[in-house]
């Protein structure tokens, strides 16, 4: 986001992370959870481009209406799809983060590279308020992703032993289809949301 470069690589690396583990499981399964596990590694991938230093890549103006239209069509599919699994609903909550952070973030590159059209009276306080979000809205996100990532951590806190999971369906790893990782991949995720709505 705008943050200093090594957190923006930390959340670079994680969320590619994240991606890249939802692709292996994608292959591990089938059916409904398939679709979940592809929905979150467009996320997750989407979500390391958002963060990638701007130091490094500026984007061009137009990635950030790029951006909103994707995570725009992935919380229409998954509003459909959540008529079969209720997680969905939570996948389209953190589309429509993104959609937010992508339309919130897009005046305040643009502002950097035509200061001189918002530098006086009222053009530079709307430019402000809008660059920065709307503060209802993004302490509404916060308080849902701190309440998701407190309730998935305590989840993945052991209390008994667990039953032996089926293997894989599809052709991946045996250990992609693990429970406890789709957790923390969850939760990781819901980390790096946590944190890209701080930068706002």
Not at 52 to 67: C, G, K, R
Not at 77 to 98: E, T
Not at 168 to 191: D, H, I, N, Q
């Amino acid at each position: 986001m705008h943050g200093p470069a090594l957190s923006g690589w930390l959340l670079v690396a994680l969320c590619a992370a994240v991606g890249a583990y939802c692709l292996l499981r994608m292959r591990a399964c089938v059916g409904e959870e398939r679709r979940a596990a592809r929905a979150e590694a467009v996320m997750g991938f989407g979500m390391a481009a958002m963060a990638l230093p701007p130091v490094v890549l500026t984007p061009p103006s137009w990635s950030w209406a790029a951006y909103a239209a994707l995570f725009g069509a992935a919380t229409v599919a998954d509003l459909l799809a959540a008529r079969r699994d209720g997680h969905r609903l939570h996948h389209a909550v953190g589309s429509l983060a993104m959609v937010y952070m992508a339309l919130t973030m897009a005046p305040s590159a643009a502002t950097g590279a035509q200061g001189v059209h918002t530098a006086h009276g009222a053009g530079a306080a709307t430019a402000a308020t809008v660059a920065g979000g709307v503060p209802l809205l993004t302490g509404g996100l916060l308080l849902y992703y701190t309440v998701y990532v407190l309730r998935s951590g305590a989840r993945l806190v052991p209390v008994a032993p667990h039953a032996r999971v089926a293997g894989p369906v599809g052709g991946g790893p045996a250990w992609a289809t693990r429970p406890e990782l789709t957790l923390a991949c969850r939760l990781s995720m819901g980390l790096a949301t946590l944190a890209m709505l701080c930068t706002l």
